[in-house]
């Protein structure tokens, strides 16, 4: 793999995540538990959608086969989608929806924090603007697992179901392949020894503050979807996320 | 026939049009800055794009203008929007292809809006950023927020996020109104 190719399929990592999990938060839109809620859980969305624009379209740029932003999301199927499987995960209770963004959110954070010192100065642009965002999200996520764990037996329960029900889908957040090693050799992405201690700590510092136990490091681990092998929830979502731009594919507004 | 103020609307169907007697040649920068500083923020309306802080440089030759403009998040859906109504208030005023470039370094940072802005944020029931957005804590404790109706501190927060990604929503413990706050960021 040469470095171009590593660096294309980093950025669709960042993108694809960014745009998934931007999907599974819009699906809240109207079923959040509160307006409020509602309110955040789009707000993030949208956040995350405005990220990906800015990723696809470095990538597109990159990849420069005629394809741009827009076909990358909507015309990809989902074995070329690089996301990781945590982000694809449905919304079930909320507490999972909460457990799965805070996940997130804590690797979204350090990713990005090393991101705005990338030797790639377009990169460097879009992180320094994207991390302040993530840093919010990370706040609001991080203070409802305290606040659900630490609340009432029920609400505990639900938190610690979710830690328990999500935490296979964490090994993926790090644990290097070749390409996370290369961006690290070229000085783009986070050095990921440290991103994995940094994501621990701070996992397991809320954690502790929750009453809530997380899974154990050694634990069996789901990975692929950096491959592009992902679970069957990812093909439901692509569905309903591309129908409109394949069945009307001259559709400019709407 | 009964006299009204131009509404957006009109500005909207007339923005194609040069006015045919404008001499935009005769327009300094300043006079540019001056046209900028009557857009306004279609999600906030009481505060310009100029004291918002998101007009980051205009570039006049007295034939050619180029305005650099950033996005206030990465998501902002008022983005073209806001580019659009640049565009035609540039427009109105005789210039014909006004050129807009999207920036985003240096990221925009709440530091960037005016005393001015902040005064017109507070009077329009939005309580402006407070601090240094360089401060902003990540799991620490939050500043005192004070009511933008009634001035007290006894306020809480009751959402990281309000009506849009910019804002948080707080309440008011005194006289009991909810109200917007503009997060630093």
Known sequence: ????????????RLADSDIILGQRLSELVGKAPALEEELASTNVALDLIGQARNWYEYAAELINDGRDADNLVFLRDAHEYRNLLMVEQPNED??????????????????????????????ATIAAKAVKEATYHLRRSSEWVKRMGDGTEESHRRMQ??????WRFTGELITPDEVDHAMFKAGIGPDPEQLKQDWLGMVREVAAQATVTPGAEDAWMYMGGKRGEHTEHLGHLLAVMQFLPRAYPDATTW | MIEREPSSVDILI????????????????????????????????????????????VDWDGKHLTIDVTPTYSGCPATELIEELVVEAMRAAGIRDPQINRVLTPAWTTDWITEEGREKLRAFGIAPPKGNASKMSLLGVDEVIACPLCGSEHTERISEFGSTACKALYRCLDCREPFDYFKCI
């Open chain 1, 1 to 12: 793999m040469t470095q171009q190719q590593a660096l294309q399929e980093y950025l669709l």
């Open chain 1, 94 to 123: 909320y507490a999972v929806t909460i457990a799965r963004q805070f996940f997130f959110d804590v690797w979204h954070y350090f990713t990005l924090k090393a991101l705005v010192n990338a030797s790639d100065e377009r990169i």
């Open chain 1, 161 to 166: 179901d979710a830690f328990d029900i999500l």
């Open chain 2, 14 to 57: 007339a923005s194609d049009r040069v006015p045919a007697n404008a001499r935009p040649e005769l327009l300094t920068e300043e006079a540019i800055w001056e046209l900028l500083d009557n857009v306004k923020d279609p999600e906030v309306p009481a505060v310009s794009v100029v004291e918002l802080g998101i007009i980051r440089r």
